[in-house]
């Protein structure tokens, strides 16, 4: 098992391109979730899916992001336009009955 | 929705020594499940701990123990003989199996270990 896989490990932009964050959960988990990670707001869910099916995505913080999960084996978070303030650490997460599995997460620097 | 308050913002702890980092939570729900996870400074959100609400019996991870206090609401976790490698970021989370496996976050206790 390899665990959740994330990339990239690092990401660094400027403001106005498109970001796009990939994610491929533990097999046979049937709940992933995406996290940002910032200082001033601590750890924050941006979205979740089961089975594929997006449950919850009012932590989105505005248009510009988006999320999809096409199968069970891979998520994407996108951000177009990036903006700095999106600059945060950010974690897919997946879980099948208990607990939740994170990725090592994507640090994205917009400037 | 769940809320989950961790009061200490940050800790510390001599080498050897114990520490305990409290939780609170506020749900009307009896089953769920409740965790530890320590970030240390790599950013890796690492388990610890997990304990069920169905289970009396306080869970044990070697030097990591819980004090869960079902009617309290309360889920402490109790590091003995603290090494240097502990000194990290601990969050407390609460999952519910009856909103979507939905998981509920603390804001976070960071542990420094004196040597």
């Known amino acids: 098992d390899a665990g959740v896989i994330q990339s990239p490990r690092h990401e660094v932009t400027e403001m106005g391109q498109e970001v796009t964050l990939r994610c491929k959960p533990i097999?046979?988990?049937?709940?992933l979730f995406w996290y940002r990670q910032t200082m001033m707001r601590g750890l924050e869910l941006l979205i979740y899916?089961?089975?594929?099916?997006?449950?919850?995505d009012s932590g989105m913080p505005e248009d510009r992001f988006s999320a999809k999960m096409p199968n069970a084996s891979f998520s994407t978070l996108k951000i177009q336009p990036s903006e700095p303030r999106d600059s945060a650490v950010y974690f897919c997460?997946?879980?099948?009955?208990?607990?939740?599995?994170f990725g090592n997460g994507t640090r994205l620097t917009v400037t | 929705a769940q809320t989950v308050t961790q009061s200490q913002p940050e800790m510390s702890v001599q080498e050897a020594e114990t520490v305990t980092l409290s939780c609170t939570y506020d749900?009307?729900?009896?089953?769920?499940?409740l965790f530890w996870y320590k970030q240390p400074p790599s950013r890796q959100m690492i388990l610890v701990i997990r304990q069920e609400a169905y289970k009396q019996q306080n869970a044990t991870e070697n030097r990591f123990s819980v004090n869960f206090q079902k009617a309290a609401k309360s889920f402490s976790l109790k590091i003995s003989d603290s090494q240097l490698g502990d000194a990290a970021m601990y969050f407390c989370a609460y999952r519910s199996p009856n909103t979507g496996n939905q998981f509920y976050f603390g804001t976070g206790t960071s542990l420094t270990v004196i040597p």
């Open positions: 899916f089961n089975n594929n099916v997006p449950i919850d």
């Open positions: 997460a997946s879980s099948s009955r208990s607990p939740l599995h």
């Open positions: 749900t009307s729900e009896s089953d769920y499940y």
């Open positions: 097999s046979g988990h049937n709940s």
